[in-house]
């Protein structure tokens, strides 16, 4: 076992951060069709920290005739209080599914739990071209985002469709976190390795990797089915866990050891 | 949410004595602020700048519309104490915050307390720092939720959101100031940590651009005081140096982003028009100058931070002062003169609402910051100069041919004016703080 330490001086963004996770990560069986209906948990957590999970993150994809619509439910304790997202996307029938509307409502809480109804707030947007039409709490905006637009979200299930090619790179613009527009993104097939999951079963994964203005390095690992069980960026961990969301439940703090 | 409760006497003053009696005469209403803090962003990390590495697009929004001061210095490089400048207009020594976790001594209230008092709703967002990073109990604060300890990647996405909705959802027409603390680029911190030993890394992401380049000033003087070489740690290739570089500027970058989100909102709701936009960072970041990373030290890159003031339509549009030396502890005055009330008693920092306007006035010839292990800084127009207790080393660099510096004159006898100068505002300046109980031991000279 390594220590952490010495995890941190090897592991920043990268799966082996997460020892403990990966070693008793038990790979899902069932068969998946990434192109069909499917709803996955993702438990997220902060790299090499002992916080255990902060929350989770849920999506939700249901085809539809002119692309699919993604559901996605986040809820993050934070050190003061919660946070809570819900949005819907429409995305385009292309290879990264791409945006064509979104509905988000976003909420934080109190450590009391109580909801704060200052900083409670619903986004929708629509695109059009090359830009974005927004609509928050009444007001409007029309913002610039060069096509194909992109949500984080719709990543989740761009890299499930898409065929490893380490010849093919994917150029876009990012939706990050609902209303956050972040050009100039690039989307890799970087390669595949294989890590020791639960009873020391060997787990092949294929890597995409994503870089572009105001994002660090994210890396997709997707299974032989193409069922995408970690996204790591820095930081941050969304690491496949059908339980995330019912463990979720009741948490109201959130990381809080380091003195920075 | 929590607001603590305050008497409007004691420290906090008279509030009907402090209003200027000039806005009364006027019946202009005060205009509201934005505060917008970084943590860990350096001067040279933008693009309105001169960084071609960088995008921040809404950094240059800000600059666009108002003043960068580019001689702009921390008061002390390191997180909480330069914070505890910013809200009460005093040096870490006077405030008692001479370290990261350590309060605002008792007697000196901060700007939510002050302009609370006065009439302002005060809110509050993100890192604070003194003493807790994050917390819902802030004096003089209402409390925004959001944010995770030492980890802005996530965290800030909630702070600017919160703001974002408090923004959309405020009905009340009375002014406010609006604080949102930021914890990106401070990320950096863990990439660094991640990185540090020879080890080789983890594999380098395909970027389809070049690399930065290492800094012109990438060697140092090796002669430098020991404290000095605290965060010279890292003993990377130049192609690993590079790598850092361009990770530090995607960190800037996603807080550039939340920046545009607390810029939107503002317009969306109309009140840009009655906002003092001002934004600053806690410290810089090394970015291989001088081979060094992180901060705590007081070469310019941890010590010298964005200042930007943008009022649409009041201040001068894409002005950048290079002219006048000012420091974090003028940001509270400045906010207290915009409000039209006087600052707090004993703050040392000075508005810089006559610079915005271009207003000729006499400046302070000199800017000082603290530093760890009792390190202390002045600059002038001329030179810089360094020097830590109990440390035989002192620095001096001439201001007009190595601001890099590189080449420490202190030791050359043809500067020895210069160095006494240096010396004696030094000595005088400290002389003229309130020290804090705690700072009392940590002076360099007399």
Not at chain 1, 212 to 225: A, E, I, Q
Not at chain 2, 125 to 143: C, E, L, M, Q, R
Not at chain 2, 422 to 432: A, F, I, N, P, V
């Amino acid at each position: 076992m390594q220590t952490k330490t010495e995890r941190r001086d090897k592991t920043y963004g990268t799966l082996e951060a997460f020892p403990e996770f990966i070693e008793q990560f038990t790979p899902p069986a069932a068969d998946f069709d990434p192109r069909g209906a499917w709803k996955q948990t993702y438990a997220v957590r902060l790299f090499a920290e002992d916080s255990g999970t902060l929350g989770f993150l849920e999506i939700e994809r249901r085809p539809a005739a002119d692309g699919a619509a993604l559901t996605v439910a986040t809820r993050l304790a934070h050190v003061n209080g919660i946070q809570e997202q819900n949005a819907k996307l429409q995305c385009a029938a292309d290879a990264l599914g791409s945006l064509r509307s979104i509905q988000l409502e976003s909420v934080s809480s109190g450590l009391d739990g109580r909801p704060v109804a200052a900083a409670k707030l619903a986004i929708g947007g629509q695109v059009r071209g090359g830009s974005i039409e927004w609509t928050r709490a009444g007001g409007k905006r029309s913002a610039p985002a060069p096509p194909p637009l992109v949500a984080n979200w719709a990543l989740f299930d761009a890299v499930q469709r898409l065929t490893p090619d380490p010849n093919k790179s994917f150029e876009f613009t990012l939706l990050d976190d609902g209303d956050l527009i972040k050009p100039a993104q690039r989307l890799v097939y970087v390669g595949q390795t294989t890590v020791q999951a639960a009873g020391g079963a060997s787990l092949s994964l294929h890597c995409w990797e994503q870089t572009g203005y105001g994002v660090l390095p994210t890396h997709y690992w997707v299974d032989g089915k193409g069922r995408l069980l970690f996204a790591i960026a820095g930081q941050k961990a969304f690491l496949y866990d059908p339980e995330a969301r019912n463990n979720a439940r009741g948490r109201g703090r959130g990381a809080g050891r380091k003195k920075a | 949410m929590k607001r603590r409760d305050f008497v409007c006497t004691g420290i906090l003053g008279a509030p009907a004595l402090a209003i200027r009696t000039a806005r009364a005469a006027a019946a202009v209403p005060p205009p509201s602020f934005l505060f917008v803090i970084a943590d860990q962003l350096s001067m040279d990390a933008v693009t309105a700048h001169g960084n071609r590495f960088v995008r921040t697009p809404n950094l240059d929004r800000l600059a666009r519309a108002g003043v960068s001061f580019r001689d702009s210095y921390t008061t002390y490089p390191l997180c909480s104490p330069a914070r505890s400048s910013m809200f009460t207009g005093r040096m870490p020594s006077e405030t008692g915050v001479i370290s990261n976790g350590l309060p605002i001594r008792a007697g000196i209230p901060n700007l939510g307390q002050w302009l609370g008092a006065r009439g302002y709703e005060t809110v509050y967002a993100g890192k604070w720092h003194v003493p807790n990073s994050y917390t819902g109990d802030i004096p003089g604060f209402s409390v925004l939720p959001g944010g995770f300890t030492g980890q802005g990647h996530m965290g800030d996405a909630a702070v600017s959101r919160a703001c974002q909705a408090w923004l959309h959802n405020r009905s009340s027409q009375s002014p406010f100031l609006l604080v949102a603390s930021l914890l990106q680029p401070h990320d950096i911190c863990a990439w660094v940590s991640s990185h540090t030993r020879e080890a080789p890394w983890e594999r380098m992401a395909e970027i389809p651009a070049p690399l930065p380049p290492i800094p012109a000033n990438f060697e140092y003087d090796q002669t430098e005081p020991r404290a000095m070489r605290s965060e010279r740690r890292p003993k990377w290739s130049e192609k690993q140096w590079r790598y850092y570089l361009w990770s530090y500027y995607r960190h800037v970058e996603m807080v550039d982003a939340e920046i545009g989100r607390l810029l939107d909102a503002l317009e969306d709701t109309g009140r840009a028009n009655n906002t003092v936009v001002i934004m600053t960072s806690d410290h810089g970041e090394g970015s291989g100058h001088h081979q060094m990373v992180l901060k705590n030290y007081l070469y310019d890159e941890a010590a010298k931070v964005p200042l930007l003031v943008s009022w649409p339509g009041r201040t001068p549009a894409g002005k950048q002062d290079t002219a006048h030396l000012v420091s974090g502890i003028d940001i509270a005055p400045t906010i207290c003169d915009y409000a039209g009330v006087a600052a707090p008693p004993e703050v040392t920092g000075r508005s810089l609402r006559p610079l915005v306007e271009g207003r000729n006035v006499q400046w302070r010839e000199m800017v000082a910051s603290e530093v760890a292990r009792g390190g202390r800084m002045v600059r002038t127009s001329e030179c810089k100069y360094i020097v830590y207790p109990n440390d035989p080393v002192e620095q001096l660099f001439d201001w007009k041919t190595d601001s890099g510096e590189t080449r420490n004159l202190a030791s050359d006898s043809r500067h020895a004016l210069a160095l006494e100068a240096h010396r004696r505002l030094l000595k005088d300046w400290e002389g003229r703080l309130k020290l804090a109980p705690n700072a009392a031991k940590g002076r360099v000279r007399g």
